[in-house]
Structures are given as structure tokens and as C-alpha cells.
């Protein structure tokens, strides 16, 4: 095992299959009910040992579709597989992020024989939430959320959210609080719709920056006045990043290998999983090479990894030459780059403005008042 490997989590597609149609997804192929060969294991296994990247712990992430459409047993199975070939002594911890409208008594059994992590996609109250995440039928899918996470609570399963905001939930930040606090949740992130994939709108742009910090700021508010300790991820990081920012911060989104996502088949791509089913005129596809036929450390003598990769280099050098706020963000998100600015050499998106810039202003206006 490598102590100095950039690996940090393995994104494993169970499925592209999805029964949601949420307005704002940025999968493609959500139709498509094939499922992860379970064959494809011990040939990543060995990928990982073979490239060097293996760390103590390998995180794997079921995830780009959602895990919960297929049987616990196909899981039972995947892990059982997972731990038959991990001759390298590693710790293995499996993650689901799912919309819970498939949680039942069977998986909450699956969830702790094996310890899994639960991040659950909840976008607020029910009319905040049925908005735009609906089933295929155009119905809202809250209620059936809220049926899996009774379940994860009854047995006493602990789980983290993930919200994506449009400009229709900039106006709730008290309900959203209120919301959260009800449902007694330890973290909450803000995925802040964006173009992505197949979704090329959005309706957060520079017109709600302003509404977007004044959501923000009385979300935090709330917290810090209430009795209930929530873990705002946007807010917290960059508390973090600033108090306790070394001169090696690196940003995972432009590691190559930080993050890997194999799709159903075997093929992977070496950053952000938004980029696994993606094409455009400048570069055929962000593929690097199949699991079974490509090691993951031979992608840098690929020519379209190498192309790829050149072009993230310079934005990034863009961005440290012209922005404030590198040093709390590294060189922002290539795949936000290309689908907003259409390519990777380029600078601020709307994941710089309300991930970072927004969170940063709020929290050294915090603290500017301590260091005078």
C-alpha cells in the first residue's frame, strides 16, 4: 500500500437506472435498468493493487443511478466479492447515496450487517421538494422519501443529506432549518443546481447570488441560535479550510485518480463522475480505458487523458492567477468548467461563486471583526 497515493473514493455505478426523473439530473441514460457486473470486482481489485493505489481504507461510493433499484442481494454478493479479493489487508466501507423512496425493512438489515454509509438526496419540506424531484409518473417523490428515512430511523440508522437548491428554496432557509432539525440530521450539503450532463439550464445564475448569501447567512443563523448542531457542509469546509489551511491544500476535483468512476461495463473515468457519460466536439469522451483491459495508473501515456488533463492544468492556472479565493478552493471544478464555460481552460462558474466565494465572504466577515 501506498501511504502517498492521491486515491481517495471508488464510484461505483449499480446502475444508470434511476426511478426518479428529477428536472435537474444530469444523467443521460437514467432509462437504462442494466446493472454492475459483478465480475468487474476482482479485476479492480487487482487495478488498485497493481496501480499503487490502495490506501488503508478503500472507500467505495454506489452511486450515478440509484444503488436501491436492485435487490439487497445483489449487494450481499458485490461485497462478498469485494472482501473474497482484497489480498491486500484493506479495510473496505461501502456508502449508498440514494433517495430513500426504496428503503425498506430488508435494506435497513443490509445497511447494518455491513455498516454502510447513507447519504440520502432530500431537497426540503414537501413543496420544496416535490418541485423538481418527482417519480417518472410526474408525481412528488416526498412522501416516499420520507417512508425510507422512517425506516432508517426506526432502526436507529444515521444519515447525511444532500440538497440540491434552486432559486425556488432561496426563499425557505427557516423552513429548511426547521425541516432538518425534525428529521434530527448531523450534516446537510448544498448542491447548488447547476448545467450539468444532460441538464443545460439552471436557475441559479449571478441574478441570485445576492438571495443565495441572504439564504445562507440565516441558515447559519439558525444554526448557531438553536439547541440543534447541524453540519452545514459548504459553511463548515471553508471554516476549516481557512483555520487549519496548509500550503499543500490540493483540490481532489483536479487530482487525477483522487476520484475514480467505473460505469456498469468496467469503463472509468479519472475525475468528477459528472464527466462518465459526457461528449463534446473538442474531446471524444472523458474515458481513460476499461478496468479489465487498462490499469488505472497507465492513463497518463493516454493521449485524451494527457489532452484533457493539460487543458485542467490551465485553467487551474487561470484561476490561481486571477482569483482571490485559490487558496480555499484550489482551482474550482473542471466539470462545472466545461459545462458552463465549455471548456476546462477557464475560470469562475457558478460552483466558485455560491461553493466558494459566497461561504468564504460570509465566514471571514465572521472572523474579520476577531483579528482587529
Known sequence: MNSETPFILLILQATPFCNLD??????PDRQNKKRFDLNLIPHIMSN???SNLLNKILRVSWHAGEPTVLPTSFYREAFAEFEKHNKYGVKIEHNFQTNATLINKEYCELIKDFNIAIGVSIDGPEHIHDKNRVLRNGKGSFLKTMQGINFLQQNNIEY?????LTEFSLDYPNEMY??????NVKSVGFNVEEKEGCHQTTTMNETTVSKYRKFLLQFISKIKEGDFKLYQREYNRIVN???YRS???KNGLITPLSTITVDYEGNFTAFSPEL???TNNKHDNYIFGNVQTTLFSEIFVNQNFKNIYSEILEGVAMCKLECDYFNVCGGGSPSSKLHENG???????????YNIKVPTDIVLDELTPLIK
Open 22 to 27: 428529477c428536472h435537474y439530473c444530469y444523467l
Open 247 to 249: 500550503e499543500d491544500f
Open 241 to 243: 479550510s481557512i483555520i
Open 343 to 353: 471548456t476546462f481552460a477557464s475560470t469562475e462558474t457558478n460552483y466558485c461563486i
Open 276 to 278: 462518465l457519460t459526457v
Open 178 to 183: 426547521d425541516f432538518f432539525k425534525s428529521l
Open 160 to 164: 447525511s443529506v444532500i440538497t440540491v
Open 48 to 50: 488498485l493493487g497493481s
